[in-house]
Nanobody
Framework: QVQLVESGGGLVQAGGSLRLSCAAS????????MGWFRQAPGKEREFVAAINWSGGITTYADSLKGRFTISRDKNTVDLQMNSLKPEDTAVYYCAAQGHVTIAASRLASVYDYWGQGTQVTVSS
């Protein structure tokens, strides 16, 4: 059974920081790209960041560059979020998929494995 479990969400004031973690279990994800997506109420799920299997290549949503940083260590992927804004409020999901290019890893449709999500709320 493949499982992705997110943690680290919560309530933070605007300008603050949070660090999300996603732990993968059930198989070896060392060859998998891993990504973060988010979904705000009434909106579609949107791409946040992704990292390739080795951790050597990352990609970010243009609007989030400079504030969010993705990293990985074996079967864990983290998302450091700084200078948070109220519009960053959403449920954040991690996802994993093998054999995808870093370009394709920006697309939610390529992922077979998803976590249950963790709520991030940024107050103004």
């Amino acid at each position: 059974q493949v499982q992705l479990v997110e943690s680290g969400g919560g309530l933070v004031q605007a300008g603050g920081s949070l660090r999300l973690s996603c732990a993968a279990s059930g198989r070896t994800f060392s060859t998998y790209a891993m990504g973060w997506f988010r979904q705000a109420p009434g909106k579609e799920r949107e791409f946040v960041a992704a990292i390739n299997w080795s951790g050597g290549i990352t990609t970010y949503a243009d609007s989030l560059k400079g504030r969010f940083t993705i990293s990985r260590d074996k079967n864990t992927v983290d998302l450091q979020m700084n200078s948070l804004k109220p519009e960053d409020t959403a449920v954040y999901y991690c996802a994993a998929q093998g054999h995808v290019t870093i370009a394709a890893s920006r697309l939610a449709s390529v992922y077979d494995y998803w976590g249950q999500g963790t709520q991030v709320t940024v107050s103004s």
